[in-house]
């Protein structure tokens, strides 16, 4: 058995065992969320220092040195320009496809129909307590806003700050502009690029280091967040809205994208999924694009074929800005909600958890629960139209219905939105393979 088989089963092993160790030994229905919440936390903890901020801590060096790697072996700007738009083409209908996916299944299972929402109002009135600064935050600003955001932290006014806070969108758009100085630069820079590429190299080679904590790292935050809430919320309208929207990842996972890579970048997508498992496990035991970014970049480079050019520079840009997943749960989530407001959405209201979903899951971090808080933005632009036909809109607490199964889709959405990064740098690696004779190879 090789190194990487061995690794893989450890993984699952440490999944597993996550799940039933939060579920039969740490959750406890008799006691409360407090309680709980503090059996948990060592857990959370060990689970934090051993895997979780390791990951981390590649992240920013990791996305900004790629990215100038990546746009140095693109080499042209005109041809950076080219799969620019592509990528954002591909991001964008990706997207799409899965909000109309969501819509669909949540009219054909409608699980907020007929659904009792005051049942939910007292526990969620509190936990809304305690996310109500951000959450309205988002909705004040709504799409306008959030794009606002997305714009200022794509251009950081000081690159230090940037890295310091944390902003992958913000090292995305350093990172290309330096590599394009440093590409028409030509002769003198030629050296500087030379060391980008040993960094990269070396930085590859610490996250495989890494790679090799997540069977420990995993077993204990899995089974800190199943501790803390149990599959027993899987009930009633609330489990029916939770397999909508796994349903709705499954189809976009197995079905959809597969459909794409196959047609458009002519590879089993399968075949591509086995190898490109590390990732989406990542993905789904942390519940965050980001943190998994950096073992994204290693695999699909290592295993699945994916060229550096196309790599280093859609997975980076992808973690923050491409995400299916969140785009799919949150059109479900907020149709669902309305539902159980006894809200018959109109086309036109539909039309609009369409763009603003997609838009709210751009606007989203890599980030455990951040599609929780984005969803404000589409919950606030259906409310818009509700006071313009002389309705009530609906309160913000209600986000707080879904809390008790969220970190549970949370790992499930952010898998499918790492996945379609990867499909995105796969297909890309069609238009940018490394060399130009893998390029005829692959444009034959
Ligand atoms: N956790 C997701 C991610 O990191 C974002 C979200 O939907 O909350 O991709």
């Known amino acids: 058995m090789n190194k990487d088989t061995i690794l893989t089963i450890l993984i699952l092993l440490s999944l597993l065992l996550g799940v039933l160790w939060g579920q039969f030994g740490l959750f406890d229905a008799s006691v409360s969320d407090e309680v709980i919440a503090q ?18 801590m590649m992240i920013i060096p990791l996305v900004f040195v790629s990215v100038v790697v990546g746009v140095c072996a693109i080499g042209d700007p005109e041809r950076l320009g080219l799969l620019g738009g592509a990528t ?6 990706t997207m799409a496809a899965a909000v109309i996916l969501g819509q669909v299944l949540v009219n054909i299972t409608k699980p907020g129909v007929g659904a009792d929402p005051t049942q939910y109002e007292t526990a969620a009135v509190q936990a809304y307590a305690t996310k109500q600064v951000s959450i309205e935050a988002g ?3 709504g799409v306008g806003g959030a794009f606002q955001s997305l714009l200022q932290d794509m251009i950081p006014t000081n690159p230090i700050a940037a890295a310091a806070n944390g902003s992958t969108l913000g090292m995305v ?5 330096f590599g394009i100085a440093l590409v028409m630069t030509r ?50 309208p609330i489990g029916l809205y939770g397999l909508t929207v796994v349903l709705g990842l499954l189809i976009h996972m197995l079905i959809t994208l597969p459909l794409i890579l196959w047609l458009l970048g002519r590879t089993n997508p399968y075949g591509f999924l086995v190898a490109v498992r590390k990732p989406l496990l990542m993905a789904f035991s942390t519940a965050s694009s980001s943190a998994t970014l950096p073992v994204t970049i290693e695999e699909c480079q290592k295993k699945g074929g994916c060229s550096k050019r196309a790599a280093n520079f859609v997975l980076p840009l992808g973690a923050t800005v491409n995400m299916d997943g969140t785009a799919l749960y949150q059109a479900v989530a907020v149709t669902f909600l309305f539902q ?13 958890i369409l763009i603003t979903a997609v838009l709210a899951a751009v606007g989203a971090a890599g980030i455990p629960s951040a599609g929780l808080v984005t969803m404000a933005i589409v919950i606030g632009a259906v409310n818009q139209s509700l006071v313009r036909q002389g309705l009530e809109p609906m309160p913000l607490w209600t986000i707080m219905i879904i809390l008790g199964v969220d970190r549970i889709l949370d790992m499930c959405r952010t898998a499918v939105n790492v996945w379609g990064d990867a499909v995105g740098a796969r297909l890309i690696t069609r238009l940018a393979p490394d060399t130009d004779d893998e390029r005829a190879q692959a444009l034959a």
Request: aromatic content about 14%.
């Open 173 to 177: 758009t350093v990172g290309i502009v």
């Open 340 to 352: 159980m407001f006894g809200v018959d959405l109109t086309l036109t209201q539909q039309m609009s």
């Open 139 to 141: 909705q004040t600003g």
């Open 187 to 236: 002769d003198p820079a030629r050296p500087v690029i030379v060391v980008f590429e040993g960094m990269f190299q070396a930085m590859i080679k610490l996250v495989t280091w890494i790679i090799w904590l997540a069977p420990i790292g995993i077993f204990f935050i899995v089974s800190a967040k199943v501790g803390q809430t149990g599959f027993q919320k899987l009930a009633g």
């Open 88 to 93: 954002l083409a591909y991001y964008f209908t």
């Open 39 to 56: 059996t948990v936390q060592p857990y959370q903890e060990i689970g934090d220092l051993v895997f979780i901020r390791p990951l981390r």
